[in-house]
């Protein structure tokens, strides 16, 4: 039953709102009340209420970088990424040593699949900010979408470096490594993921697929049963506990999983089971 089984990629690290330095010396005191309640505005998700309070600070202070740039993360989480370019762009021509504005730009672009353009901004982000985690992280990402599997785990390898603590990292590298055929190492990195964070579903269906390719059905179902108790919703664990129940012979199983993938929006494994008669009830 040789279907292909889905890897969910990690996210980027989410864009990052800046706070504005603010001078007591010339300082336009009503900029920054705009500015600090766009802020307030935006922790709160009321994201077109912080655009209009970002855009009366740029209004009243034209050189505020931090509220071009806070008004791109609100345009971003609104799913507007080519306004959200646009402010990016604008902080960075106010402030060409703005880090966190080339890194949430290089966010908005892989949102919009252009991975070049956001290894370009990454890459300038980590040259004025080395200790950034999130860019290193956001940049194997990048990779891993074009396939570039060892510079996406030499970026994560980076990311781990500065911040231990992330699994996202851990769970990415895994990924990385199952693509070149190292599922031993992707285990490794699939156990810290699950060490760091035990809620982490993802990464319980992510070890389950290396289990998988090593020939330990038994532990492969484990991790998607696994998946499936933290995440009931989890189509994709589904499809593919049904895939290692199918090559066990367990078509009874199999037929459950696939149609319970299926009510849940995967299809694939139903399809390919109803194509060469393989359900059973």
């Known amino acids: 039953m040789n279907k292909t089984i889905k890897i969910l990629l990690a996210v980027c690290a989410?864009?990052?709102?800046?706070?504005?330095?603010?001078?007591i010396f010339g300082a336009n005191a009503e900029a920054e009340k705009a500015h600090t309640s766009g802020l307030a505005a935006a922790d709160q998700g009321a994201y077109q209420k912080a655009i209009a309070d970002f855009t009366r600070a740029i209004e009243l202070?034209?050189?505020?970088?931090?509220a071009y740039n806070n008004r791109g993360?609100?345009?971003?989480?609104?799913?507007?990424?080519g306004k959200a370019i646009a402010d990016?762009?604008?902080?960075?021509?106010?402030?060409?040593?703005?880090?966190?504005?080339?890194?949430?730009?290089?966010?908005?672009y892989a949102a919009l699949d252009d991975y070049?353009?956001?290894i370009a901004d990454y890459t300038q982000a980590n040259k004025l900010d080395p200790n950034d985690a999130d860019a290193y992280y956001n940049r194997g990402v990048a990779y891993y979408e074009l396939g570039d599997y060892k510079k996406a785990i030499n970026d994560y390898m980076q990311a781990i470096k500065l911040n231990p603590n992330n699994a996202?990292?851990?769970?990415?590298?895994?990924?990385?490594?199952?693509?070149?055929?190292?599922?031993?190492?992707?285990?490794?990195?699939?156990?810290?993921?699950?060490?760091?964070?035990?809620?982490?579903?993802?990464?319980?269906?992510?070890?389950?697929?290396?289990?998988?390719?090593?020939?330990?059905?038994d532990k492969a179902i484990d991790d998607y049963a696994?998946?499936?108790?933290?995440?009931?919703?989890?189509?994709?664990?589904?499809?593919?506990?049904?895939?290692?129940?199918?090559a066990l012979g367990d078509l009874?199983?199999?037929?459950?999983?696939?149609?319970?993938?299926?009510?849940?929006?995967?299809?694939?494994l139903l399809q390919y089971m109803e194509k060469n008669k393989l359900l059973r009830d």
């Open 14 to 23: 989410a864009a990052v709102f800046a706070i504005a330095a603010v001078s």
């Open 61 to 66: 202070d034209p050189n505020l970088a931090s």
């Open 73 to 81: 993360v609100a345009y971003d989480d609104l799913g507007d990424h």
């Open 88 to 108: 990016y762009s604008q902080a960075i021509k106010l402030d060409p040593s703005y880090a966190t504005a080339y890194n949430n730009r290089g966010n908005a």
């Open 116 to 118: 070049n353009k956001a």
């Open 168 to 217: 996202y990292a851990y769970n990415n590298r895994g990924y990385a490594y199952y693509n070149l055929g190292d599922h031993d190492k992707a285990i490794a990195d699939y156990n810290q993921a699950i060490k760091l964070d035990p809620s982490y579903a993802n990464a319980y269906n992510s070890r389950g697929l290396a289990y998988r390719k090593l020939g330990d059905h």
């Open 226 to 246: 696994q998946a499936i108790k933290l995440d009931p919703k989890y189509a994709t664990a589904y499809n593919n506990r049904g895939i290692v129940y199918g």
């Open 252 to 268: 009874q199983n199999a037929t459950k999983d696939a149609r319970k993938a299926c009510e849940l929006g995967n299809c694939a």
